[in-house]
């Protein structure tokens, strides 16, 4: 079982249904706003992603799209990324292993691929704080795209007043500090 750093509690769950960025659903255009590095958080947005030519510097995946498996097409379209690492993180939760894994690629040179055995639908929120100012985090908004969202600082703040909201372990904040 993973060690949970951060959960959702129900009373906060409609303060993270508004998309942190705009919302696209042509990938190019996406891509023509986007910063560098990408990290991508999801397998839809992370196979539109690498579909239009342009392999996230981290891609976040799990194997489902709204809580529904996902086409064998969308798992054979991940990126053969420089690395794959394997993690376990519990339905609205955040793992220590999976915000760990997340920090880590990010600080990396190289490319990764970050399979959850669970769920990484909150892994957007650690990936913007843990992203360098100029890089962007998408990840997909049930029903209606991809969420661009281009980091910078005052992003980054507001980002961490909404993981205030998660119940946290003193540990979740030394990850994303580290």
Not at 4 to 21: D, H, I, N, Q, Y
Not at 133 to 162: C, F, H, I, T
Request: without cysteine.
């Amino acid at each position: 079982m993973p060690r949970t750093v951060a959960r959702l509690p129900k009373s906060a769950r409609a303060e993270f249904k508004e998309p942190l960025g705009r919302i696209y659903t042509d990938a190019q255009e996406l891509l023509a706003d986007a910063g560098s590095p990408i990290i991508a958080v999801g397998d839809v947005v992370t196979y539109h992603l690498e579909r239009a030519g342009a392999t996230p510097h981290v891609s976040v995946v799990d194997g489902r799209t709204e809580r529904e498996a996902v086409e064998e097409e969308i798992v054979e379209g991940f990126p053969d990324a420089d690395t794959d690492v394997h993690v376990a993180s519990d339905p609205a939760t955040l793992s220590h292993e999976l915000v760990e894994a997340l920090v880590d690629a990010i600080g990396r040179a190289e490319t990764t691929l970050l399979v959850v055995d669970g769920e990484e639908d909150l892994a957007s929120l650690p990936a913007v704080v843990a992203a360098p100012v100029g890089a962007s985090v998408v990840y997909g908004q049930p029903g209606e795209g991809m969420v661009l969202v281009n980091v910078d600082s005052e992003l980054k703040e507001r980002v961490r007043d909404l993981l205030g909201l998660l119940e946290t372990e003193d540990a979740f904040w030394r990850l994303l500090d580290s």
